[in-house]
C-alpha cells in the first residue's frame, strides 16, 4: 500500500459529530491506497479486500472515482479539529510503534482509557507504525484535568514499551 491510515469509535464520533458522514456506529476504520499500474492496482485491491474480510472486516469499499476516493479520505483529514466536538480541551501525543505491536499499542491506550475515564482517540499511519493518541478533557474540570499528565506519561511509557518512541 501507499497509504495505510486508520481512525478508532473516538475518532469516528468526533468527525460524525462534527458533520454527518456515513459512519455511525463504525468501531474503526482503515483506509488503505495503492498505487502503480492499473492491473497491479485491481489485483492488490482484491488481495486487500480478501485479507480484510478474513480479519473480520464487516464492509469492503473500493473507491472507483477520484470524487469517491476524496469522500472516504476526508474524515481522517478533519478528526484533529473535530475532536472539540467532544470535549472543550485536546491534547495530542505522537508515539512510533514497531507495526507488529500495533495491535496491543492500542489495546493498552484504550484500556488506559477506561481505567482513567479520560477519552482517546486514535488514528494514524498503521504503515509506518505512527500513533496520534489525543486526549479530549474538559479544561474546567479539575478532575480531568489532574488525569492529563497522568494518561500522557501512560502513553509514552507504553510506546517504549513496547519499542517505539515518543
Do not use: Y
Not at 485536546?90 to 484504550?110: M, N, Q, S, Y
Amino acid at each position: 500500500p501507499a497509504r495505510l491510515e486508520f481512525m478508532d469509535e473516538v475518532a469516528i464520533r468526533a468527525v460524525q459529530a462534527a458533520r454527518e458522514r456515513g459512519l455511525a456506529g463504525v468501531g474503526a476504520v482503515l483506509l488503505v491506497e495503492f498505487d502503480g499500474e492499473e492491473q497491479t492496482v485491481r489485483a492488490d485491491v482484491e488481495v486487500g479486500r480478501e485479507v480484510m474480510e478474513r480479519m473480520g472486516a464487516r464492509m469492503v469499499k473500493v473507491a472507483e472515482t477520484a470524487a469517491e476516493e476524496a469522500a472516504m479520505w476526508e474524515p481522517r483529514g478533519a478528526i484533529t479539529s473535530s475532536l472539540a466536538r467532544l470535549k472543550p480541551g485536546k491534547i495530542g501525543e505522537d508515539i512510533c510503534v514497531p507495526r507488529t505491536k500495533l495491535p496491543e499499542v492500542v489495546e493498552a491506550i484504550t484500556n488506559l482509557s477506561r481505567e482513567t475515564g479520560l477519552e482517546i482517540a486514535l488514528f494514524g499511519h498503521a504503515g509506518d507504525g505512527t500513533l496520534h493518541p489525543n486526549i479530549v478533557f474538559d479544561p474546567a474540570d479539575e478532575g480531568e484535568v489532574a488525569k492529563v499528565k497522568e494518561v500522557m506519561a501512560g502513553i509514552a511509557r507504553i510506546g517504549i514499551e513496547a519499542g517505539g518512541h515518543h
